[in-house]
């Protein structure tokens, strides 16, 4: 990684002293805006939104109290949007490798659970930096199971500048439960962000199979009202559909919907195994989708058939899901798993020509979470989050259609600086006004304890362990005597 910043023949080099204006002028090679890439526009970032989009010669002459900050080889792009993420399962996000499905049940429940509010708010604040570190500048977390700490989750990503959609969850069924209780924390929940620059309030429910149905249908009117996210897991495993079966005689969307806990305010992660039915359900009450390819690729049992959410009109976004806060990979993650899921058997070769997968990651991402008033798109009134990214390298070049190479050859190598609502946050990948060292230094010292005392069941070893296992169960006996001589 570059540490000092980019310098281009005759021009001053943007630095983080010169980005960190309260007002600024930027006067990039490139701006990508919600229809594609464009040259010749600036924009004027003032209050934390962009002020003014438009064609640079203008904004300069009209603006005669800014200097212009000319960014040659740069694209001026949205910050991405993760849809669905876990921030307090930062500690663990290397331990569910190889896991089968329902990894929550032994490995993301009893570590949240063990957590406290410190070791919340430490595990928050590392996912938070990774995930500006890989281009996203929203983040929707789908509601930690260290339930009465959700609070740090929120200190966390506003000390890193990340925006977030705060979810609480409201599980009543479980151990001690209390749905008075619950359904008063989820009230003061969803007041006590108001007026906040960074957080949204959301409400979730792990799995629907996790709360009453009065819970269901309560806490999903509860966020229509409020104008919130309602957020929770359905149709991701076999396993979940089938104990929905078991439980109600219902799938769990078919569930959701016979409750009324279906709406445009809402969220579902995964829906990767949805029937004709469920799909045209989510379709009829404009509910929104978390897609996440990354996710199916480790742990899943199908993908979502995001492409044809697209054609019939489904909202989504798309999430990491914590595996890794990398936006370049997740977005090539989207559309290679819509080609091997759906393209290679239809014949499709195109699978949404890369700016499905891309506008879906940021404006349209913005949308089904709720926030696409909000930001997501480089225009006028919409929050400053957005990208400098540097184009000026062998992958990129020659470029004939830099909306697909953002989604094929895209790294988030090239993020030079990163900003949400009008903060310059990181620059060449680290903070600008804290230490990032230190805060992995925190962490190295907590981690070990903190996972050693949580009840984690895991299935696969490590890659080590597994290689030996495997090896032990491939040896041949005659080739292993061979090797040490005492074969006759
Ligand atoms: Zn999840």
Known sequence: MRTEPVMHPGQAPASPAVLAADELLLVPDQVLLRDGP???????????????????????????????????????MPGFIDAHHHLSQAFGKAIAFGEPSEIFRRIWVPLERSLDAELVYLAAKLAALESLRGGFTTVVDAGTRAEEHTDAIAEATRAVG????????????????????????????????????????????????????????????????????????????????????????????????????????VLLAHATLV??????????????????????????????????????????????????????????????????????ASGDSSCGGGWLWLDHATAAGAE?????????????????????????????????????????????A???????AGRLRLWQAWPVDWDGHALMRSVAERVAAAVASAPIQRVHPRADEHRARVQQRTASPVLAALATGSAP
């Open 275 to 344: 029937t004709p039915a469920e799909l045209a359900m989510l379709r009829d009450t404009g509910t929104a989708v978390a897609y996440n390819p990354v996710a199916t690729q480790w742990k899943g049992n199908a993908a979502a058939p995001a492409e044809m959410m697209a054609a019939l009109g489904i909202r989504f976004g798309i999430g990491t899901d914590a595996t890794r806060a990398d936006a370049f990979r997740l977005i090539d993650a989207a559309e290679a798993t819509q080609r091997l899921a759906f393209g290679l």
């Open 162 to 265: 990340l925006r977030c959609v705060l979810g609480q969850l409201c599980n009543d069924l479980g151990d001690g439960a209390d749905p008075v209780r619950i359904r008063r924390r989820a009230e003061v929940h969803l007041v006590r962000w108001q007026g906040d620059e960074l957080i949204r309030p959301s409400l979730a429910i792990s799995i629907p199979e996790a709360a009453s149905d009065v819970m269901l249908q309560g806490i999903s009117a509860l966020c229509a009202e409020a104008g919130a996210l309602f957020q929770t897991h359905a149709n991701e495993h076999l396993v979940a559909v089938e104990r929905s079966l078991v439980q109600c005689g219902l799938r769990p969307i078919e569930h959701l919907h016979r409750v009324g806990a279906l709406g445009p305010q």
């Open 414 to 420: 090239q993020v030079a600086a990163v900003f949400t």
């Open 38 to 76: 464009r040259r010749d526009l600036a924009v004027v970032v003032a209050n934390g939104r962009f002020r003014e989009v438009g064609l640079a010669e203008a904004l300069v002459a009209g603006n005669p109290h800014l200097e212009p900050i000319r960014l040659p080889d740069t694209l001026l």
């Open 368 to 412: 089904a979470i709720g926030l696409g008033g909000i930001t997501g798109e480089i225009a006028p009134g919409k929050a400053a989050d957005f990208l400098l990214l540097d184009l000026a390298v062998p992958e990129m070049t020659p470029s004939w259609d830099l909306t697909w190479e953002l989604v094929r050859f895209a790294s988030r």
